[in-house]
């Protein structure tokens, strides 16, 4: 069974630039997870899917940070514009539903912004 | 707020010891705990779990306690081998299914 795929794998931009992030969940997964993973720290939600809707978006920085899956399948997550504190890796999750015993990770995105 | 902490954010341990993780919850909601592993460039990969239910939970050379009162758990690795040199995170969620983590703590196992 295929894992969770992220891409890019690393990203490097100027404050103030855009940036897009992909994920592809393991096939059959209905909830899908955003993290954001400030170094030292751990993985913050950012935002919570269920097939194509927004379970929860209450930690996603609304005015730069956007999120969408359109047809219930991957999903992209887009910063713009950047800042500094917006360094970090971004992970992305998928499980069955909700209540599962755990979530699976993909490998992550690591942003770095100058 | 951070409701799950791991207080040591490293620890050495000599191959074929005991490694033991420490992490505090202050959330008396949370039921559900996991202990999830993390190598460099890896995402996190769980590792055991354990209901608010059990005070223990045993799988192989992994062994996970929880003591609700204190609102603790601890992860045991017995015995302490090169391979389980990585990042440990401790995670909790209460029945909204969201997980909380810690910060994590570094295990470097020494030969």
């Known amino acids: 069974e295929a894992g969770v795929a992220q891409s890019p794998r690393y990203k490097i931009i100027e404050k103030r630039q855009s940036v897009a992030f992909w994920c592809n969940p393991i096939?059959?997964?209905?909830?899908l997870y955003w993290y954001q993973q400030i170094l030292g720290q751990g993985p913050k939600l950012l935002i919570q899917?269920?097939?194509?809707?927004?379970?929860?978006d209450s930690q996603l920085p609304k005015d730069r940070f956007s999120a969408e899956r359109l047809k219930g399948v991957d999903s992209t997550l887009k910063i713009q514009p950047a800042k500094l504190e917006d360094s970090a890796v971004y992970l992305c999750?998928?499980?069955?539903?909700?209540?599962?015993?755990?979530?699976?990770f993909g490998p992550g995105t690591r942003l770095t912004v100058l | 707020d951070q409701q799950v902490k791991q207080n040591s954010p490293s620890l050495s341990v000599q191959e074929g010891r005991i490694s033991i993780l420490n992490c505090d919850y202050t959330?008396?909601?949370?039921?559900?705990f996991l202990w999830y592993k993390k190598y460099p460039a890896e995402g996190p990969t769980f590792l055991i779990s354990?209901?608010?239910?059990?005070d223990k939970n045993e799988d192989g050379r992994f062994t996970v306690f929880l003591n609700k009162s204190a609102k603790h758990l601890s992860l045991h690795i017995v015995p302490s081998q090169p391979g389980d040199s990585a990042v440990y995170f401790c995670?909790?969620?209460?029945?909204?299914?969201?997980?909380?983590f810690g910060a994590g703590t570094t295990v470097t196992v020494r030969a």
């Open positions: 354990i209901s608010s239910i059990k």
């Open positions: 995670a909790a969620r209460a029945d909204d299914y969201k997980l909380s």
């Open positions: 999750a998928s499980v069955t539903s909700p209540a599962a015993d755990t979530q699976y």
């Open positions: 899917f269920q097939n194509n809707g927004v379970v929860d």
């Open positions: 096939s059959g997964h209905a909830t």
């Open positions: 959330n008396s909601m949370f039921d559900y």
